[in-house]
């Protein structure tokens, strides 16, 4: 039946629904989602500035914003999460 594979790949997808990924990384759901939204929206709005900045390149991207600043940030965020499966 189409709607129960579409389930069951739903329910792969989403892994475990008791929660362990956020038990593994000592997390609330509220932490969780505020880490993995902020990065996530931090990383959208780069990544406009860089499309815009394809189209346009007369527009130069603020330093803060540029590509070495964005590596640094997902380094700096890649620490956090690794620091949090240690507490």
Known sequence: ???KEKMILFANFCG???MKH???????YLGHFVFASTLG???ILRGW?????ALLPICKIPERWN????AKELIKCNEYAKGRMKK
């Open 67 to 70: 590509l070495s600043s964005t």
């Open 16 to 18: 475990d629904l008791s």
């Open 1 to 3: 039946n189409f709607a």
């Open 49 to 53: 500035l860089f499309v815009f900045h």
């Open 22 to 28: 956020l038990r593994e990384n000592n997390e609330t």
């Open 41 to 43: 929206a931090m990383l």
